[in-house]
C-alpha cells in the first residue's frame, strides 16, 4: 500500500513540475523583446504652409490650399499677384514665397531643400546644417551654408535672368514681408524687375535704394509715375 502511495506521489510530483515548466515558457514568450522595446522609428519631417495674403489659396499641385496645409517632397507650388506664403521646414529652415511665384520643392527629413524655381522670388533659409540649394533652368543660382546655422538665399529668377543675394525677394515681397514690397499696391515691384533687367548688381542696388515709391529723401523713381 505504501509503495502504492510512493509512485502516486512521485506521479504527481513529476506531472506538477511538467505543468509549471509550460505555465514558465509561455509566460517567457509572452514578454516583450528588450531590443525591439528601445527601437524607435525616425518621424518623417512634414513642411507646413502659412499664407501670408491673399483671399484665394495657394496653388500646390494644381489643387487651392490654404495656411497648415501639408508640403510634400516633390510638390509644385504656385502663387498669384496678390499672394505670399511660407513654407516651414521645421527646426531645419524655411522657404519664403513672393507674388507671382512658381517653384518646385524637394527636401528630406534632415531638411536640405532644393528649390527649383522657375519664375518670381524666393528667400530661403537654412539651419542646424541643413544645407539648400535655389536652382533655375540656367542651373544652380547658390547654396546655403548650413554649417554656419542660418544663412539665406535671396534669389529673384525673371525674364530669364536671376539675381541673388541683393534684396530682391524681400523688395518683391517674399514670404511676411509681402504687405511692404515696394512699387504698387501688388505682385513684385516695378523696381524689382528694372533690377533684373539691369543685371548689375551695383546699378540694382541703386534702383532698389530709390524705387521705393514717394518718401522723402534724396532718391528719386526710375519708373513714370501712376495714377
Not at 537654412?126 to 535671396?154: C, I, P, Q
Not at 529673384?156 to 541683393?166: D, H, P, S, T, Y
Not at 524687375?193 to 535704394?209: E, F, K, M, Q
Request: aromatic share 4%.
Amino acid at each position: 500500500m505504501r509503495l502504492r502511495q510512493r509512485k502516486a506521489f512521485k506521479a504527481l510530483a513529476a506531472f506538477l513540475v511538467f505543468t509549471l515548466a509550460q505555465v514558465y515558457t509561455q509566460f517567457s514568450f509572452a514578454q516583450p523583446n528588450p531590443a525591439n522595446t528601445v527601437l524607435s522609428v525616425q518621424q518623417q519631417l512634414i513642411a507646413r504652409l502659412t499664407q501670408h495674403r491673399g483671399r484665394q489659396g495657394i496653388t500646390v499641385n494644381g489643387n487651392n490650399v490654404g495656411s497648415g496645409a501639408s508640403i510634400v517632397t516633390g510638390a509644385f507650388i504656385e502663387t498669384s499677384a496678390d499672394q505670399s506664403a511660407t513654407i516651414n521646414l521645421g527646426p531645419f529652415g524655411s522657404v519664403a514665397i513672393g507674388p507671382n511665384t512658381g517653384l518646385r520643392l524637394d527636401y528630406d527629413d534632415q531638411g536640405n531643400a532644393k528649390v527649383t524655381l522657375t519664375q518670381g522670388c524666393v528667400i530661403v533659409r537654412s539651419r542646424k546644417k541643413a544645407v539648400s540649394e535655389v536652382v533655375t533652368n540656367l542651373g544652380s543660382a547658390g547654396k546655403t551654408e548650413g554649417e554656419n546655422g542660418g544663412s539665406y538665399l535671396d534669389v529673384c529668377f525673371l525674364n530669364g535672368k536671376a539675381i541673388v543675394n541683393q534684396g530682391a525677394a524681400m523688395v518683391a515681397g517674399a514670404g511676411a514681408g509681402a504687405g511692404t514690397g515696394a512699387g504698387t499696391g501688388g505682385g513684385i515691384s516695378s523696381a524689382t524687375i528694372i533690377l533684373i533687367g539691369l543685371g548689375a548688381a551695383g546699378v540694382g542696388v541703386a534702383v532698389l535704394a530709390g524705387g521705393g515709391g514717394g518718401g522723402s529723401g534724396g532718391g528719386t523713381n526710375p519708373s513714370p509715375s501712376s495714377p
